[in-house]
């Protein structure tokens, strides 16, 4: 299969490199040859090796469909992932996450973002584990829709598991693998008490502090793998209503003991006596539809102008904001006629929230050529802001609400699983007023794309309310009164609960 790929790569390799001629104040790395790879739902671009962009590609399709075919009716649909491949770790040096100034000592990373999701990694050199590293976090994307009331040990847990994966066979596939510095790290040191590793959350310092990371990541696989995969069919199933128990909002504690019919103090017994045993079967998958079908995909090589904006977009989206704006200024100096440099300028007013800057860059950029979906989507959202000014929003003048709508529209039509420009374009026909029914259906599809944002909750009962619907609204609100809710969110849905059963309606 990958054989198959390597003319189409090979044609527009030397496309590219005649395509990048030298320029004198250009960024080194832009003077490479760059090609985009793009599959169902990965779109990749690199200047590395043609082989290894192709096994890569091949790699993530196989782990999105095995997930797929797995969840079933549960998979959650998204954008496609932008993926940048550099070509070894030397060059994806400068396009690091800053950790105290200076680029964290990742081996690689996948940033999630409401607007893109996106990973980077090396293709080659001193890139062991990095195809791992990627697993563990596309993982929390894909089971996003338990992400508002699992405990941060078994969100991380799972994702442990799920790291491992590889494909053994056609309609086979293989994860929860052991993994050597899990189990290193916990030959060294003495296990959590579980009381405590369940209250470890997203501010906690087991969480969040370098030195104090990796027991807990390592436990938190320890007992991942021990209850769906250390030989205790009572264990595997209980361990399933363990989830619905959460969802009811019982705390991490309650729900495990209540899910296990087990106290803490066995289940510590339990884990101390598997460590030691030292055997970890890994989980072997059957699935519907092989996982070695050929892929369909589309090459082209890139601009140099293309690529400064692909790297200036990478810089953006992990906060390295200066260094995009320089990749943005090099791309309109390469191409001054191309939309590709004001497109970006305009995301990154955004970013800096300069909404009448945004608008103007974006504005620019659409008359000189058609625009990404983010751009569309972006430029809707700051012509909203700075047309809707003041805290209490009011309908739009025709003239002005029908541009808004239109970029919204024209984003949905690029990119149709965009769960933010559906919430934007519900809230604003909300707010117009003039077509109910439709803004409650785009805030629907938003919640069905984007199950974990909790806020979009808020908006759909909010519409259910200006559709005197209050039996609705109700319904809508009650999960947000479960304890493992955003405080403020689930403040605000207390307010919206009280003042329903105050007068039916909307407190004002």
């Not at 396009?95 to 100034?101: A, D, E, M, N, V």
Request: proline share 8%.
């Amino acid at each position: 299969m990958i054989r198959r790929m390597l003319g189409a790569f090979t044609a527009l390799l030397a496309w590219a490199a005649s395509a990048a001629p030298g320029q004198p104040d250009a960024h080194p790395l832009v003077q490479r040859p760059w090609f985009e790879a793009r599959t169902a739902y990965f779109h990749i671009y690199s200047c590395g090796s043609t082989q290894e962009v192709a096994r890569l590609a091949v790699r993530l399709e196989q782990f999105r469909d095995a997930y797929s075919l797995l969840a079933g009716a549960q998979a959650v649909a998204s954008p496609p992932i932008t993926v940048m491949a550099f070509p070894d770790r030397a060059a994806m040096q400068p396009f690091l996450p800053l950790y105290q100034g200076q680029p964290a000592n990742l081996a690689a990373f996948f940033h999630r973002g409401s607007d893109q999701n996106l990973i980077v990694l090396p293709l080659s050199g001193s890139n062991t584990g990095s195809l791992q590293i990627v697993f563990h976090e596309y993982t929390h994307l894909l089971l996003r829709h338990n992400q508002p009331y699992w405990p941060m040990w078994l969100a991380e847990g799972m994702a442990e598991i799920y790291s491992t994966f590889e494909v053994t066979g056609g309609y086979r596939a293989r994860i929860g693998n052991p993994i050597d510095y899990h189990l290193r790290l916990l030959a060294q040191k003495p296990l959590m008490p579980l009381r405590q590793l369940f209250a470890v959350a997203r501010d906690s310092p087991e969480y969040n502090e370098r030195e104090r990371q990796g027991i807990f990541y390592s436990e938190s696989w320890l007992l991942t793998h021990y209850l769906m995969l250390g030989g205790n069919p009572a264990h595997k199933a209980n361990f399933r209503q363990l989830t619905p128990l959460l969802r009811q909002g019982q705390s991490p504690e309650r729900a495990f003991t209540n899910a296990l019919h087990t106290s803490l103090p066995a289940m510590e017994a339990e884990l101390r006596r598997y460590l030691a045993r030292g055997k970890f079967e890994p989980l072997e998958l059957t699935v519907g539809a092989s996982l070695e079908t050929p892929r369909a995909f589309v090459t082209r090589g890139l601009t140099p102008a293309e690529v400064c904006y692909r790297l200036g977009d990478e810089l953006l989206h992990i906060g390295q904001l200066e260094a995009a704006e320089s990749y943005f200024v090099q791309a309109r100096k390469l191409a001054p006629a191309s939309p590709l440099p004001y497109e970006g300028l305009g995301l990154l007013a955004a970013r800096r929230g300069q909404p009448g800057e945004a608008v103007r860059c974006l504005r620019q950029a659409m008359q000189l050529g058609p625009l990404h979906f983010l751009a569309h989507y972006t430029y809707a959202r700051e012509k909203y802001l700075l047309t809707s000014k003041g805290p209490n929003l009011h309908p739009l003048e025709p003239e002005a609400a029908a541009e808004i709508r239109a970029e919204l529209q024209k984003s949905l039509a690029l990119m149709p699983d965009f769960g933010p420009a559906h919430h934007l374009l519900g809230f604003f026909e909300m707010v117009q007023g003039e077509d109910l029914a439709a803004a409650e259906k785009q805030i629907e599809r938003a919640i069905q794309l984007e199950p974990e944002n909790q806020s979009y909750l808020l908006s759909l009962a909010q519409v259910q309310l200006t559709r005197k619907n209050p039996d609705a609204a109700r319904r809508t609100l009650e999960p947000l009164h479960l304890p493992y809710v955003e405080p403020q969110i689930r403040a605000r849905a207390e307010e919206m609960i009280k003042a329903l059963g105050q007068s039916g309606a909307p407190g004002k």
